[in-house]
Each structure stands twice: as structure tokens, then as C-alpha cells.
């Protein structure tokens, strides 16, 4: 299957600082791309879909001004957290739709997730 | 609203044969996801069903009934590996995956 890789799969940072996750399909073109935040013990939680050459949409109550989204190529997805704090700590993911699968077929293919703790 | 119900967690023996259900109801229908998720892991794929019927692939199956709103995860053969989280996953009208909680799957030697 299509692989997606996430970097870096864990983090520590301290309170105040930034920190940039990037989100890149290895074998596949993806136009579309997604980040969730997993809290523990919790579901997966959208928080916004990024399209390459354009804005990206975030899910209500996902601050866009927190959480940078850039997705400059058809194969890398960047989420920025500016300006961490302690409750920004989470489990990151991302995924991404093949594009020659086509988009209805749904499947998405998941990096191996970001885990980011704010000191 | 969009709703997806799933058991919080199940236990079972190694060895055994396991069913997750999930019921849905979303504001359309265009496929139903299963997932895995090993703590501290991503997700990853075990099935997609968008007609209704069973769907096997190795000791794994998955079950849709579109009229009834519901689906299983039949897992056979258990082995302590498939200890995970399950994920029912709905993908609605709008092609937006609807997720539920997850199902914590417990297997005793």
C-alpha cells in the first residue's frame, strides 16, 4: 500500500516555542491531506483538511492561527504549532487520499503519528 | 446529528473468534471504514464496505447492512498481536470520515 511518512515521531519542547510537523506521501501523489489530534483514550479528532496550492480548512474550534497548515507540494503537508503550551500536548497524525485511487474511493493512508509534549 | 456507536471495550481468549459492532447514523452513506490502532500507534487499514454483505480477507471479516445502520468486525483465530483498538469509521455525504470512539480489544492468554 501507499506510505506516508511523518517526522518527527516524537517531541519535547518548551512552553512558548514552535514546532513544525511535516506529513509527506512517499509513493504517491496526494492532493488532499489530513491532520487529526488523538487525545488519550479518545477517537481520532479532525482538525482540518489541507489542500495542496491553497488554504487549508480547519474544523470548528481548531484554532487556524495555532495550528499552521501549509501544503506547498503534492506530497508534503506541513501542521506548525506556534507558540506551544502544556494542553497543545497530543498525539498528531496525518493522513492522505491517493490521487490516482481517486477521491471517492476513501481510503486514506496514515503517517506513523507525532507525539508532542509541551513543557 | 452523526452518530457512531461502538463498545467501548471487549475482552476475549486467545485462540477465539471476536465481533466488534457498530451502528451508524450520518447524513448520508458512502462507505464504512475499519481500522486498527495499537496504543501509541497511527491507525491502520483493515477494510472497506460500501455494499451490503460479508468481506473476508485472511482471519479478519467485516459485515454491512445498510438498512439497518450497522456493521461488524469479526476477528477469528485470535492472537495476543491483535490486542488494539478498533475503529468503526463512516464516510458521509460530503466524503468526510465520520469516527467512532473505538472498541479496546483485550486478549487473555
Known amino acids: 500500500g501507499a506510505v506516508v511518512s511523518q517526522h518527527p515521531s516524537r517531541v519535547i519542547c518548551k512552553s512558548g516555542t514552535s514546532v513544525k510537523i511535516e506529513c509527506r506521501s512517499l509513493?504517491?501523489?496526494?492532493?488532499?491531506m489530513f491532520w487529526y489530534r488523538q487525545f488519550p483514550k479518545k477517537s481520532l479528532m479532525l482538525m482540518a483538511t489541507s489542500n495542496e496550492g491553497s488554504k487549508a480548512t480547519y474544523e470548528q474550534g481548531v484554532e487556524k492561527d495555532k495550528f499552521l497548515i501549509n501544503h506547498a507540494s503534492l506530497t508534503l503537508s506541513t501542521l506548525t504549532v506556534t507558540s506551544a503550551h502544556p494542553e497543545d500536548s497530543s498525539f498528531y497524525i496525518c493522513?492522505?487520499?491517493?490521487?490516482?485511487?481517486?477521491?471517492?474511493?476513501?481510503?486514506?493512508?496514515f503517517g506513523e503519528g507525532s507525539r508532542l509534549t509541551v513543557l | 446529528g452523526q452518530n457512531i456507536d461502538q463498545p467501548t471495550e471487549m475482552t476475549a481468549t486467545e485462540g477465539a473468534i471476536v465481533q466488534i459492532n457498530c451502528t451508524y447514523q450520518t447524513s448520508g452513506f458512502n462507505g464504512l471504514f475499519w481500522y486498527q490502532q495499537h496504543a501509541g500507534e497511527a491507525p491502520t487499514f483493515l477494510s472497506y464496505n460500501v455494499l451490503d454483505g460479508l468481506e473476508e480477507k485472511g482471519r479478519f471479516s467485516s459485515f454491512l447492512s445498510r438498512s439497518k445502520g450497522y456493521s461488524y468486525l469479526l476477528l477469528k483465530e485470535l492472537q495476543m498481536k491483535d490486542s488494539a483498538s478498533y475503529l468503526c469509521a463512516v464516510l458521509d455525504s460530503n466524503y468526510q470520515l465520520i469516527w467512532g470512539a473505538g472498541t479496546k480489544l483485550i486478549i487473555k492468554p
Open positions: 509513493d504517491f501523489q496526494a492532493t488532499t
Open positions: 493522513s492522505a487520499r491517493d490521487l490516482m485511487a481517486g477521491e471517492n474511493t476513501g481510503e486514506l493512508f
